[in-house]
C-alpha cells in the first residue's frame, strides 16, 4: 500500500510560476501538481501559504561554529552534529552541504584535530535516525597549508562527499588586497597581538609559496579524476577566472569584485553569494554587494554561509522591487539552481518525480517564516 499525501491550498511555487492549486504525494516523490484546490477530505490546507522545494544549502560552517560555541570550548560531537542539523531544518533546507575546512589560518585553532569527528558524527547521526535534513560534505581545502593535500586524500573517498573549493587566505591578494584589512580582520577574529601577526602574516606568505598553486592544481586534478564538482573562492580578477576555468570549476564561490563575478557568470560558472551579504545590505569585509550582482544579472546561488535562516529571507529579498527577481528566479537561487550544480538532480524543484523535500511558508511582515517541512514526503518540522 502506498504512502500518499495531498497538499492543498497552496500558493505553489515552481522553478517558473506560481499557482494556487495541490501537490500530490505518493512514496516519498512528487507525483502530480494541480492548477485546482483539492476537495478530497484527506487533502492537508496550506491556507493559501506558499508551498515551496526544500532549500539546497551549499557552503554553510554552521557545524564548526556548534563545535566551537566559545573559543577553547568543544562542544560534543554528536550533540553538535544534532543541534546544527535542528536549526538547518527549521531554516526549510532540506539538503545542506556542511562545510568542513581543511587547513587552518588560526595559529591557536584546532580544525584540523576535528575533522574526523566532525565527519564521523554526521554518519553516526544519521545511520541512527537523528537527523531529519540530508548531510553531505563539503570540503574546503586552504592550500596554503601545507597539510592540506594529504589530508584531502584521505577524506575524498567519503561517499558523502559532493563540492570541493580551493580557498587561498593568504595576505596580499583577493579577499586580502589591501594588508592592512588582513592585520584588522585576523587580529580581531583570532585574537592576536601585533607580534603575532607579524609572525602570521610571514608564515602565511612563506606557506603560500611553498604549497599554493602545488595544493591547487594537484586537488583540482583529483575532483576532475572523481567528478566531484569544484568552486573557485574569493576571486577578484579576470586573471583568476581564467585560472579558475582552467581548473575546471564549476562554482564561483563569493567573489569580492564585480569584475570577478561577471567574468565567471560569462563563463558559465555559477556565482554563489553570501545570503547574509543581502540581508545585511552589503559585504562584512568590504568586498562586492550580493545585491549588486542579482541586479546586474550575474548572481546564481545564495548560501546561508554562517547563518542558515538567512537563505530563504535572502531569496525573499531578490523579489523586492529595486532587485527585480520574480519569486520563482529568487526560489531557484536556494534550491534548483544549487541542486543541479552538484549534481543533486531529484531535488529542488516542485515537479512530478523528484523528491518531495517542501516547505510551508507563511510571509509575517514581510519576513517568511517556516510553518511545515518535508524530507521525501514524511513531515521533519
Known amino acids: 500500500m502506498s504512502d500518499e499525501m495531498i497538499l492543498t491550498n497552496a500558493r505553489v511555487v515552481t522553478a517558473d510560476q506560481v499557482f494556487h492549486g495541490s501537490v500530490l504525494v505518493r512514496d516519498g516523490r512528487i507525483t502530480d501538481l494541480d492548477d485546482k484546490p483539492s476537495a478530497l477530505p484527506q487533502a492537508v490546507?496550506?491556507?493559501?501559504?506558499?508551498?515551496?522545494?526544500?532549500?539546497?544549502?551549499?557552503?554553510?560552517?554552521?557545524?564548526?561554529?556548534h563545535?566551537?560555541?566559545?573559543?577553547?570550548?568543544?562542544?560534543?560531537?554528536?550533540?553538535?552534529?544534532?543541534?546544527?542539523?535542528?536549526?538547518?531544518?527549521?531554516?526549510?533546507?532540506?539538503?545542506?552541504?556542511?562545510?568542513?575546512?581543511?587547513?587552518?589560518?588560526?595559529?591557536?585553532?584546532?580544525?584540523?584535530?576535528?575533522?574526523?569527528?566532525m565527519v564521523d558524527a554526521i554518519e553516526q547521526a544519521e545511520k541512527n535516525g537523528l537527523t531529519r535534513a540530508e548531510h553531505h560534505l563539503h570540503l574546503r581545502c586552504e592550500v596554503v597549508h601545507p597539510e592540506t593535500q594529504d589530508v584531502f586524500e584521505r577524506?575524498?573517498?567519503?561517499?558523502?562527499?559532493?563540492?570541493?573549493?580551493?580557498?587561498?587566505?593568504?595576505?596580499?591578494?583577493?579577499?586580502?588586497?589591501?594588508?592592512?584589512?588582513?592585520?584588522?580582520?585576523?587580529?580581531?577574529?583570532?585574537?592576536?597581538?601585533?607580534?603575532?601577526?607579524?609572525?602570521?602574516?610571514?608564515?602565511?606568505?612563506?606557506?603560500?609559496?611553498?604549497?599554493?598553486?602545488?595544493?591547487?592544481?594537484?586537488?583540482?586534478?583529483?575532483?576532475?579524476?572523481?567528478?566531484?564538482?569544484?568552486?573557485?573562492h574569493d576571486d577578484a580578477t579576470a586573471a583568476h577566472v581564467h585560472e579558475s576555468i582552467g581548473l575546471g570549476m564549476a562554482i564561483a564561490e563569493f567573489p569580492t569584485?564585480?569584475?570577478?563575478?561577471?567574468?565567471?557568470?560569462?563563463?558559465?560558472?555559477?556565482?554563489?553569494?553570501?545570503?547574509?551579504?543581502?540581508?545585511?545590505?552589503?559585504?562584512?569585509?568590504?568586498?562586492?554587494?550580493?545585491?549588486?550582482?542579482?541586479?546586474?544579472g550575474v548572481l546564481d546561488i545564495l548560501s546561508s554561509d554562517y547563518y542558515p535562516s538567512s537563505l530563504l529571507a535572502a531569496a525573499m529579498k531578490l523579489t523586492e522591487p529595486d532587485v527585480g527577481f520574480s519569486l520563482p528566479e529568487a526560489i531557484r537561487t536556494v534550491s534548483k539552481t544549487p541542486a543541479e550544480t552538484v549534481g543533486l538532480c531529484d531535488r529542488g524543484e516542485i515537479k512530478a518525480g523528484l523528491f518531495a523535500d517542501l516547505i510551508q511558508v507563511r510571509a509575517h511582515h514581510g519576513h517568511p517564516l517556516i510553518h511545515q517541512v518535508w524530507k521525501q514526503g514524511r513531515r521533519v518540522f
Request: charged residues 20%.
Open 155 to 232: 577524506l575524498a573517498a567519503n561517499p558523502r562527499l559532493s563540492l570541493v573549493s580551493i580557498m587561498d587566505h593568504s595576505p596580499g591578494q583577493r579577499q586580502f588586497v589591501n594588508l592592512d584589512k588582513y592585520r584588522t580582520y585576523y587580529m580581531g577574529k583570532y585574537s592576536l597581538n601585533a607580534e603575532e601577526m607579524d609572525e602570521l602574516m610571514h608564515r602565511q606568505i612563506r606557506n603560500a609559496q611553498n604549497n599554493s598553486d602545488r595544493q591547487r592544481k594537484a586537488i583540482a586534478a583529483h575532483c576532475a579524476r572523481q567528478n566531484v564538482p569544484l568552486a573557485s
Open 257 to 296: 569584485t564585480a569584475e570577478a563575478a561577471s567574468a565567471s557568470h560569462q563563463k558559465g560558472l555559477k556565482v554563489m553569494m553570501g545570503a547574509p551579504n543581502i540581508i545585511r545590505g552589503g559585504s562584512h569585509s568590504g568586498n562586492i554587494a550580493a545585491s549588486h550582482l542579482a541586479k546586474e
Open 67 to 117: 563545535m566551537t560555541p566559545r573559543p577553547g570550548v568543544d562542544w560534543p560531537s554528536l550533540s553538535a552534529v544534532i543541534t546544527h542539523d535542528a536549526q538547518v531544518i527549521a531554516s526549510g533546507i532540506t539538503t545542506v552541504l556542511d562545510a568542513i575546512s581543511i587547513g587552518d589560518i588560526n595559529p591557536r585553532g584546532q580544525r584540523l584535530a576535528k575533522l574526523s569527528p
Open 45 to 65: 490546507d496550506l491556507e493559501g501559504d506558499y508551498l515551496m522545494p526544500g532549500l539546497i544549502e551549499l557552503h554553510t560552517d554552521n557545524l564548526e561554529k
